[in-house]
T-cell receptor, first 109, second 118 residues
Framework: LAKTTQPISMDSYEGQEVNITCSHN???????ITWYQQFPSQGPRFIIQ???TKVTNEVASLFIPADRKSSTLSLPRVSLSDTAVYYCLVVGNFNKFYFGSGTKLNVKP | GAVVSQHPSRVICKSGTSVKIECRSL??????MFWYRQFPKQSLMLMATSNEGSKATYEQGVEKDKFLINHASLTLSTLTVTSAHPEDSSFYIC??????????????FGPGTRLLVL
């Protein structure tokens, strides 16, 4: 099971692009990277997932370098409502999800 | 798509009573669901894996007789906290595994159930 390391917290301002990097040095060949967002007293919300290179959807982009030992979640032009905890998970199919500490993003006006 | 619901959203009970929490996948079938517990300012902790038509598998340190799980259909799993005590007060969250796209599975989470045991 690949262990992940993320910054405990990050601060940003409205309108800025935020990049949260996750390290996963022992990622296995078949593992992929998944990111979730969690607001207080709510269940985690799926943001994006990918295996390699770049994945983009309507809310975020995920950058994965060739060695796949890290990944970066990019949130364009954050707003106050993006203040939340963001979790990076490295998983394989049929695996269980074990959550790390996540990154608490604080967006300031 | 990929919506998971939980009921109730909040429950308060007396010590010693049992509480049942339902988790439903609303628009997809899930042979596997998961139950998590989250204490204030902490991360999610996996409690057990719920398998449709078979016994649940529990993580180390989780009492199976305390937290009864039933996965009777492809869209419903229930968690019963038996003889609840104040230390069981927590935020319980379920998730359901979905096939996802490109061969990558995804877990979709319910909104959570806040349990307060008095």
């Amino acid at each position: 099971l690949a262990k992940t390391t993320q910054p405990i917290s990050m601060d940003s301002y409205e309108g800025q692009e935020v990049n949260i990097t996750c390290s996963h040095n022992n990622i296995a060949t078949n593992d992929y990277i998944t990111w979730y967002q969690q607001f207080p007293s709510q269940g985690p919300r799926f943001i994006i997932q990918g295996y390699k290179t770049k994945v983009t959807n309507e809310v975020a982009s995920l950058f994965i370098p060739a060695d796949r030992k890290s990944s970066t979640l990019s949130l364009p032009r954050v707003s106050l409502s993006d203040t939340a905890v963001y979790y990076c998970l490295v998983v394989g199919n049929f695996n269980k999800f074990y959550f790390g500490s996540g990154t608490k993003l604080n967006v300031k006006p | 798509g990929a919506v998971v619901s939980q009921h109730p959203s909040r429950v308060i009970c007396k010590s010693g009573t049992s509480v049942k929490i339902e988790c439903r996948s609303l628009d997809f079938q899930a042979t596997t669901m998961f139950w998590y517990r989250q204490f204030p300012k902490q991360s999610l902790m996996l409690m057990a894996t719920s398998n449709e038509g078979s016994k649940a598998t529990y993580e180390q340190g989780v009492e199976k007789d305390k937290f009864l799980i039933n996965h009777a259909s492809l869209t419903l799993s229930t968690l019963t906290v038996t003889s609840a005590h104040p230390e069981d007060s927590s935020f319980y969250i379920c998730s359901a595994r979905s096939p996802g796209t490109g061969g990558q599975e995804t877990q979709y989470f319910g909104p959570g159930t806040r349990l307060l045991v008095l």
